[in-house]
């Protein structure tokens, strides 16, 4: 079994400053990783994802993220935000040969972009 | 060409009533699935079906059922509605292979149970 620890429910942060998101996790085995943006009233899009190779993923909307084995973290970042950025965001996990392919979800964070 | 649609988008009811969400996929998947986001935005997956089979999240009641009359959808119902169904209903298919396949949602269906 997999679980996700999301660190921050809420990240306010100004336009143009960079942002990070934190994303833990804990798996017996070895995982993919995921990361969704929830707009308000919206489903879930992926950003991006982990599968295997470089541990350094870029996404759409200029979001990367940087999987790191040891700490067992997979970090959501972005150099700078923009006011359009203001979502739900969750980080997802999926077990290798999880029977049924089903993600488990981090609890959220919401990312709050000012003006 | 909505990828996963659901139907309706709200739902109100009152406690005790049967009721169905559907889902729609038109990407070709073969896997579709049931997650429920409670008010705490807190997402959980409930059902993963394909033409093969049916994996069930063993925390789920039993007076919820997915029903699939064909690859391309995958329906929910739900017997005797309680307070606590009311949540966000989000459908999602994916076609799954030896590497980790996307998961596409759709737009959701907010639930609300008086």
């Known amino acids: 079994a997999q679980s996700v620890t999301q660190l921050d429910s809420q990240v306010p942060v100004f336009e143009e400053a960079p942002v990070e998101l934190r994303c833990n996790y804990s798996?017996?085995?070895?995982?993919?990783l995921f990361w969704y943006v929830q707009y308000p009233n919206q489903g879930l899009q992926l950003l991006l994802k982990?599968?295997?190779?470089?541990?350094l993923v870029k996404g759409i909307n200029g979001f990367e993220a940087e999987f790191n084995k040891s700490q067992t973290s997979f970090h959501l970042r972005k150099p700078s935000v923009h006011i359009s950025d203001t979502a739900e965001y969750f980080c997802a996990v999926r077990g290798h040969n999880n029977a049924g392919n089903m993600l488990t979800f981090g609890g959220g964070t919401r990312l709050m972009v000012k003006p | 060409d909505t990828a996963v649609s659901q139907t309706p988008k709200y739902l109100v009811t009152q406690m005790g009533n049967d009721k169905s969400i559907k889902c729609e996929q038109n990407?070709?998947?073969?896997?579709m699935y049931w997650y429920k986001q409670d008010s705490k935005k807190f997402l959980k997956i409930m059902f993963s079906?394909?033409?093969?089979?049916?994996?069930i999240n063993e925390t789920v009641p039993n007076r919820f059922s997915p029903k699939s009359p064909d690859k391309a959808h995958l329906n929910l119902h739900i017997n005797s509605l309680e307070l606590g169904d009311s949540a966000v209903y989000f459908c999602?298919?994916?076609?799954?292979?030896?590497?980790?396949?996307?998961?596409?949602f759709g737009p959701g269906t907010r639930l609300t149970v008086l």
């Open positions: 798996s017996s085995v070895s995982v993919y």
């Open positions: 079906y394909n033409n093969k089979e049916l994996i």
């Open positions: 990407l070709g998947h073969d896997t």
């Open positions: 982990y599968l295997s190779g470089s541990t």
């Open positions: 999602a298919s994916s076609q799954v292979n030896s590497v980790a396949d996307t998961q596409y």
